[in-house]
């Protein structure tokens, strides 16, 4: 990476370099195990001039989501996150039965499922082929298609502008900004909103998040970056609120940058918070590949002293994330003997680099192990409840993040 791909600087800092790892969403099925897997650096930067973090645009969008393992819905926490989302941007919004919502990246129509139970007018733009077709067979209509400015005006075109814009999750996940950035101002009406949630930089440095950290997430962002990333296509920051999803995110409220008008207390707040963290300068982000070498260290003794013990670990979950942190530390399965998930996608697939076999969740009620090692730790609060059974035999529940967490669990 020379430049920044959102002010063209090539004054780019090194954060922390995690080594070369396979992208974390490609699962491999039992007949790839002979195969070689491509691996890519994964190597953050920030920009000292916008001071936007990001990695190196080595794989496309079309690599990874035109076929995708993620399905929203087997979050419990996330579908009520979902709900209650809609449930407050109807009534903010004032959103009536003729307004109408379109989602970028909407998935299997996690969000947009309460959109069309309250009778509002709604669209998915969604350019996974297999989860998109899980929407819509739910009734949540959906075009399988990648976001451009081309694809926000032929929407517009056709269907009108959109009231809301909601993006979860997603701006992180297009190298091209500018252009993705272009694409929600065609989809808005020009008196309209977009709401876009995505990861803070701020708790990813603060809290060791550095297994969110992968191919799939080209850049990271403050809150001050955001303002100039948004402002590339037109609009303008008016609100923001700290979110507690993912392990700390921000929702960004913005609006046509014609109509946004002066943002709120909240966003001046929210930039001092980065400001005093040291995030518009390096001294910010100096110390974070320190604390993330001990988070690597202190989960290999666990586990290796685990085994030399011979207790038995088993993980819970095959996120995105998991995958980063498996093959930063270089965990296989004599270390992890496997790790259950409640998507059956993934069953019978192994993780990608460290090829960890994926079972249905039964298992660990079968196998009774010692430990349970949970690789989604951001729903940690749904998981310790889900997986209190685990205490039935005296099993413990493990977080790697932000510090090495054993945790004793009661039925």
């Known amino acids: 990476m020379t430049r920044c791909r959102l002010c063209g600087s090539a004054t780019l800092a090194s954060v922390v370099d995690l080594g070369a790892t396979p992208p974390c ?12 897997e491509p691996a890519y650096p994964l190597h953050l930067r920030v920009c000292t001039d916008c001071w936007l973090a990001q990695i190196p645009p080595l794989i496309t969008p079309e690599e990874t989501f035109k076929e995708y393992a993620y399905f929203s819905s087997y979050s419990t926490s996330w579908v009520e996150h979902a709900r209650t989302f809609v449930t407050d941007a109807v009534q903010r919004l004032a959103l009536g039965p003729d307004a109408f919502v379109v989602e970028v990246a909407s998935n299997d129509g996690y969000l947009l499922r309460h959109v069309v139970d309250r009778g509002i007018r709604c669209l998915g733009i969604e350019p996974s082929v297999n989860v998109g ?25 056709e269907h009108g502008p959109a009231d809301l814009v909601v993006a979860n999750n997603v701006y992180a996940h297009i190298p091209d900004v500018v252009g993705f ?15 876009i949630e995505v990861q803070h930089l701020l708790t990813l440095i603060e809290e060791n998040q550095y297994d969110t950290i992968y191919h799939e997430h080209f850049q990271y962002y403050t809150v001050a970056a955001a303002i100039r990333a948004l402002a590339s296509g037109g609009l303008a920051l008016v609100d923001v609120e700290l979110l507690p999803t ?3 995110s921000v929702r960004l409220w913005a609006r046509p940058a014609e109509v946004a008008g002066e943002p709120s207390g909240q966003v001046a707040d929210v930039l001092a918070r980065e400001k005093a963290a040291g995030l518009q300068e390096l001294s910010g ?9 001990k988070v690597r260290r202190d989960l290999l003794q666990f586990l290796i002293e685990a085994a030399e013990r011979g207790e ?14 498996l093959n930063h530390c270089g965990i296989r399965p004599d270390l992890l003997a496997y790790t259950v998930d409640r998507n059956p996608y993934k069953h019978g697939r192994f993780t990608p680099g460290t090829r960890i076999p994926i079972l249905p969740p ?50």
């Open 181 to 195: 950035t272009q694409g929600l101002r065609a989809l808005v009406a020009d008196d309209g909103w977009v709401s």
């Open 362 to 411: 039964e298992q660990i009620a079968a196998d009774k192990p010692d430990y349970v090692l949970v690789l989604p730790w951001n729903l940690r609060a749904e998981l310790v409840e889900q997986l209190s059974y685990v205490g039935d035999w005296g099993g413990r529940l493990v977080f790697p993040i932000p510090e090495l967490s054993i945790v004793e669990v009661k039925a």
């Open 133 to 157: 077709a899980t929407a819509r067979e739910a009734g949540v209509p959906t075009l399988t298609e990648f976001l451009s400015p081309d694809t926000g005006s032929a929407v517009r075109a």
């Open 285 to 293: 982000y100096t110390e974070f590949s320190a604390r993330v070498a």
């Open 312 to 325: 038995t670990v088993v993980g819970y979950g095959a996120p995105g994330k998991g995958n980063t942190l």
């Open 246 to 248: 993912h392990g700390g």
């Open 25 to 36: 969403e490609s699962f491999l099925a039992a007949d790839q195990l002979d195969e070689p």
